[in-house]
């Protein structure tokens, strides 16, 4: 299915019946068309019409009497709540960071994607241990913008942590999903640390080319914005992906991103 399509079947799902149908399906489970027809409160001969829309669309299924969410409609369902009103034009329009993490785990080139994000990672990363001081990520925080490594780890030590703690993520969320999400695709989820180094790097070059220290500064005042960006980015991503709770996912990426990594580098060094 083409973007264009996905995004026109989330448009079509987005009246009221249908998205009505969606969360009822959502929240309840499986039901039978009696049942969404008192859960609605419509008369039977339009539930049977909307359920048949719904099903050439793809987002459900039906099953001897009973009517079935399928991975796609349950990924619209996590779009439709957090993307937008019902009908609004921009129902896809990634404006928030939490709705391009959900379009991209939906976009048919979301592997293509991954894969790009995850080689520029890498790539930047290579480029960043050259620098001096160099560009490390530690866990999740990138040091050598403005947290400065006590001593100088040499290009090879760096790229060396850098590639162990890019790798761990990835590692860590895929065995978090219980699988479900594979450690390449995982990239998707954490975009706002992958995209990162590139971005700032090019601000270092940018400065010594104009001579404009200040652009410099700016992307050391991200980086600490950063890693707030990327829990919720991740929340997002994963929640959309194993169907749990965004709620639960975020409170666990929020202390995983930002709350302990914060507590971990205000320890004193001794």
Request: net charge positive.
């Amino acid at each position: 299915m083409s973007g264009a399509a996905v995004e026109q079947a989330l448009r079509e799902a987005a009246s009221n019946a249908r998205r009505g149908i969606l969360m009822s399906l959502h929240k309840s489970g499986a039901l039978t068309l009696a049942r969404l027809c008192n859960a609605l409160n419509m008369p039977p001969h339009a539930v049977v019409a909307e359920v048949s829309a719904l099903e050439r669309l793809g987002l459900v299924r039906r099953e001897d009497s009973l009517v079935y969410l399928t991975e796609t409609g349950r990924r619209a369902v996590y779009i439709l709540l957090n993307a937008g009103r019902p009908g609004s034009r921009k129902l896809l329009l990634p404006l928030k960071i939490e709705s391009l993490a959900a379009w991209l785990s939906v976009s048919p080139h979301s592997s293509a994607i991954s894969l790009m994000l995850l080689l520029g990672w890498i790539a930047s990363l290579i480029i960043g241990a050259l620098y001096k001081p160099p560009l490390v990520l530690i866990g999740v925080i990138y040091a050598g913008c403005y947290l400065t490594p006590p001593v100088d780890p040499g290009p090879y030590l760096s790229l060396a942590a850098s590639l162990a703690s890019a790798l761990g993520i990835l590692l860590i969320i895929h065995l978090l999903s219980r699988r479900r999400i594979a450690p390449p695709r995982a990239v998707l989820g954490v975009y706002p640390l992958a995209l990162y180094p590139a971005a700032h790097l090019m601000a270092v070059e940018l400065a010594r080319a104009l001579n404009a220290p200040y652009l410099v500064t700016a992307s050391q005042i991200a980086s600490s914005v950063v890693p707030l960006l990327t829990a919720f980015t991740h929340a997002s991503f994963h929640a959309l992906e194993t169907g749990s709770s965004y709620e639960r996912t975020l409170l666990y990426s929020l202390f995983a991103f930002f709350v302990a990594p914060a507590l971990f580098y205000s320890l004193p060094v001794r």
